[in-house]
């Protein structure tokens, strides 16, 4: 019995240790928006993610969904309770809405991730009557002459 009790016991550790957190990719937002961007002028996000779990994270590769859009990445293993980025870059070379993915790849429990960049290139002259982020609109802000 004691034999029965102690490979019992074994198994339980053994099983429990494989089901333990490893590394836990936890990002603060998967999508940003843009808005609108002026055709031309590259723009570019940083996501930030912490590790949430127990095991360093390596990202592997962090792949865009076209040519248009370029990703980096921390490069160095992310300790449990840090945090690394991954940053994404959008030529914005043609005008209208878009909406572009980045496959991140890593050691993490969940493998991979897809973080997203949408908004809307429009010309210059668009772009500087646009509303601003801050939510005022740049052309009322203009003084009007008499």
């Known amino acids: 019995m004691k034999k029965f009790f102690s490979l019992f016991v074994a ?3 053994f099983v429990a240790v494989g089901y333990a957190q490893k590394g836990v990719m936890k ?9 609108k961007v002026e055709q031309g002028k590259p723009v570019t996000y940083v996501f930030e993610f912490k590790n949430m779990g127990t095991d360093p994270i390596v990202i ?14 921390t490069r160095e293993p992310v300790m449990p309770g840090k ?5 994404a870059t959008y030529n914005a070379a043609a005008a209208g809405p878009f909406n572009k993915s980045v496959t991140v790849t890593s050691n993490a429990e969940s493998g991979s991730v897809v973080l997203y960049l949408k908004g809307e290139v429009v010309t ?13 609109d740049k052309s009322k802000d203009k003084k009007k002459s008499r």
Do not use: I
């Open 11 to 13: 198994l339980f550790v």
């Open 27 to 35: 990002f603060a937002q998967e999508t940003h928006d843009f808005g």
């Open 60 to 73: 592997n590769d962090a792949t865009a969904s076209c040519g248009c859009t370029k990703p980096s990445w």
């Open 83 to 87: 945090t690394g980025t991954v940053s």
């Open 124 to 136: 210059q002259k668009e772009a500087q009557t646009a509303v601003a982020p801050g939510g005022t």
